[in-house]
């Protein structure tokens, strides 16, 4: 009952947030019509508070539109509202167009003057089409989309509507006195008067910034001025008995008991604590999604990890086997992994390269391409790999640089879920054993990450650092640890170097493994490889067949695997052109 109060005054609220602030010249304008104003406003704000309930079931609820991508919302209703516009701004817009009577007449002058002839579907449509818009402005509506409506439909339902119905009556109460005072000024009476034709820039304008998505940038200074959402948080009752049904409350009081101990914070106590996890930005693919669209926003009220990582990075291979067990083993349970594939070479951009990589390493989670770096940029990311843990309320509660940190990062896994399970009212089945794959030791690796491409090849002995253009090289009798050399030609770019025929690397290094990330001629680049003056024998690593790594697409290539670590010189001759070498890393 708490709740369902907590809901009305929340839908009162929401008009007064800033998502909605900007949008309240279309309701009060929207409804125009002189002596008939407080019918045209109950129409419109009837018909956006059925908008609101039908937009929840449809698209919040149901399996069918949930893949239904926001932008196509947007789109949607940025378009009535941009004909709407157009209808105030030119008033006889329709009487210049041939055969514009009969059409008006066929569909009941719907959206055009029908519209400024105070038609009832006319009002109907304008509401309908914010629907979408105020259904994302309040903390109250999620908490009960995403805690209550899965436990009890009844409830869930109720609430929903004592949500709709505080905000229409609040609206309709705006949009009436607002009228009222535009009579008294005589402002709206001249339908081709300046202010109606005003009104009409004011439609389309917000029909831009809804379709383009650049809403959320124009209300940002609101916030600093409204923000009646944090009144809604300290209304709200804490996450832990949001649902009112009995198994809900058990559950949550049990939560305490087990292994993962769930935090039960209210929204503004998580608020305090962490940051918003920023949404994926613009990404130029999706793997993974059979092509669909994702975003946090719509996995809202799920566990997500976010990921960045890159498919050349030998660091970031060694923690897949880690995030796919965790993706088979808790995606039941409300756990979703995106990968966010950040490239750090110029092969990396190319979509079918990512792809390749997926099905070599048995990835089957999604994965997002972030060429332009603007998801990376939106989270102020400076590393491969990082992982964020998103919990449902979209907060980040745990990140990671690098690999290690397994333990830790399942454990916080499993507490996010559990704290999800107690919320929805479901039985705590996070299982407490992490996942038993065993991590690399890299206690023995004591060389660094060597680039051969001129914008970062410092550590290139033998050579110009830093120098575009081709050279040709000799290798010294005499060479130091952890310094590159090369013989023969060598043509560097900025990111990596091409050899010829016969070029050489020599390499003195203190590991156990070592990767080679290169790219090759189509039919495949043969390379000799040598240690220590030898044939590579049984210290061969995977892509290494009879003493000859052979490269072809552009990746990392397992080169050395010895049986512990030491110290070695590795040696490589191209034996045929079309070497593109980029980096030596070191496991």
């Given at each position: 009952m708490a709740l369902l109060f907590v809901a009305f005054l929340a839908g009162m609220?929401?008009?007064?947030?800033?998502?909605?602030?900007?949008?309240?010249p279309v309701i009060v304008g929207g409804s125009l019509a002189g002596g008939k104003s407080a019918k045209r406003a109950f129409t419109v704000t009837v018909s956006l508070g059925i908008s609101v309930f039908a937009f929840t079931f449809l698209l919040k609820v149901s399996t069918v539109f949930i893949a239904v991508p926001a932008a196509a919302w947007n789109w949607l209703s940025g378009s009535i509202l941009m004909l709407v516009g157009i209808f105030f701004l030119f008033p006889h817009f329709w009487d210049l167009v041939p055969g514009a009577a009969k059409a008006n007449r066929d569909s009941n002058k719907l959206l055009s003057r029908g519209y400024l002839k105070q038609s009832f579907w006319g009002d109907v449509v304008v509401g309908a089409a914010l629907g979408p818009v105020f259904s994302t402005c309040s903390p109250t509506y999620f908490v009960v989309l995403a805690s209550v409506l899965p436990v009890s439909f009844?409830?869930?339902?109720?609430?929903?509507?004592?949500?709709?119905?505080?905000?229409?009556?609040?609206?309709?109460?705006?949009?009436?006195?607002?009228?009222?005072?535009?009579?008294?000024?005589?402002i709206a009476a001249d339908p081709n008067g300046w202010f109606r034709k005003g009104l009409g820039i004011i439609f389309m304008a917000l029909a831009v910034l809804i379709v383009t998505g650049t809403l959320a940038r124009v209300e940002a200074p609101l916030y600093d001025l409204f923000d009646a959402t944090k009144l809604e948080e300290h209304l709200l009752p804490s996450p832990a008995s949001a649902s009112s049904s009995p198994e809900a409350m058990a559950s949550s009081t049990d939560a305490g008991t087990t292994a993962h101990a769930p935090a039960m914070r209210t929204l503004a106590e998580k608020s305090a604590q962490y940051q918003q996890a920023p949404e994926l930005v613009s990404p130029d693919g999706y793997l993974n999604t059979d092509g669909k669209p994702v975003t946090l926003k719509s996995l809202r009220g799920k566990?997500?990890?976010?990921?960045?990582?890159?498919?050349?990075?030998?660091?970031?291979?060694?923690?897949?086997?880690?995030?796919?067990?965790?993706?088979?083993?808790?995606?039941?349970?409300?756990?979703?992994?995106?990968?966010?594939?950040?490239?750090?070479?110029?092969?990396?951009?190319?979509?079918?390269?990512?792809?390749?990589?997926?099905?070599?390493?048995?990835?089957?989670?999604?994965?997002?391409?972030?060429?332009?770096?603007?998801?990376?940029?939106?989270?102020?990311?400076?590393?491969?790999?990082?992982?964020?843990?998103?919990?449902?309320?979209?907060?980040?509660?745990?990140?990671?640089?690098?690999?290690?940190?397994?333990?830790?990062?399942?454990?916080?896994?499993?507490?996010?879920?559990?704290?999800?399970?107690?919320?929805?009212?479901?039985p705590d089945t996070v299982a407490t054993s992490t996942v038993g794959v065993a991590p690399a030791n890299l206690s023995g690796v004591g060389s660094p990450e060597t680039y051969f491409g001129a914008e970062r090849n410092e550590y290139l002995a033998n050579g110009t650092q830093g120098k575009l253009g081709v050279e040709t090289l000799t290798i010294p009798?005499?060479?130091?640890?952890?310094?590159l050399y090369l013989g023969g030609t060598w043509d560097?770019?900025?990111?990596?170097?091409?050899?010829?025929?016969?070029?050489?690397?020599?390499?003195?290094?203190?590991?156990?493994?070592?990767?080679?990330?290169?790219?090759?001629?189509?039919?495949?680049?043969?390379?000799?490889?040598?240690?220590?003056?030898?044939?590579?024998?049984?210290?061969?690593?995977?892509?290494?067949?009879?003493?000859?790594?052979?490269?072809?697409?552009?990746?990392?290539?397992?080169?050395?695997?010895?049986?512990?670590?030491?110290?070695?010189?590795?040696?490589?001759?191209?034996?045929?052109?079309?070497?593109?070498?980029?980096?030596?890393?070191?496991?």
């Open positions: 609220l929401t008009v007064l947030t800033p998502c909605v602030l900007p949008l309240l009844a409830a869930g339902v109720a609430d929903i509507l004592a949500y709709i119905l505080g905000l229409c009556i609040f609206l309709f109460v705006i949009a009436v006195a607002g009228q009222r005072l535009m009579d008294m000024l005589s566990v997500v990890l976010v990921d960045f990582w890159t498919y050349s990075c030998i660091n970031c291979e060694r923690t897949l086997p880690y995030l796919e067990a965790w993706y088979r083993k808790y995606k039941d349970q409300g756990f979703v992994i995106i990968g966010v594939h950040t490239p750090e070479f110029a092969f990396e951009h190319v979509e079918a390269n990512v792809s390749a990589a997926l099905k070599r390493f048995g990835i089957t989670y999604p994965v997002v391409l972030d060429n332009e770096y603007k998801t990376w940029n939106a989270y102020q990311n400076s590393y491969w790999p990082h992982e964020y843990l998103v919990d449902m309320d979209g907060f980040v509660v745990h990140d990671h640089v690098g690999e290690g940190g397994y333990a830790e990062t399942e454990a916080a896994i499993q507490a996010a879920l559990a704290e999800r399970a107690a919320r929805m009212g479901a009798d005499s060479t130091g640890a952890n310094e560097f770019a900025s990111e990596s170097a091409g050899a010829s025929a016969g070029a050489t690397v020599s390499y003195t290094y203190k590991a156990k493994d070592v990767y080679f990330v290169a790219s090759g001629a189509l039919s495949g680049t043969r390379i000799e490889v040598l240690q220590d003056g030898a044939p590579i024998g049984s210290a061969a690593g995977a892509d290494v067949k009879d003493g000859v790594l052979t490269v072809g697409e552009s990746r990392l290539y397992h080169v050395v695997a010895n049986p512990g670590a030491g110290e070695h010189t590795l040696f490589l001759k191209a034996l045929s052109p079309g070497l593109q070498a980029y980096t030596l890393t070191f496991g």
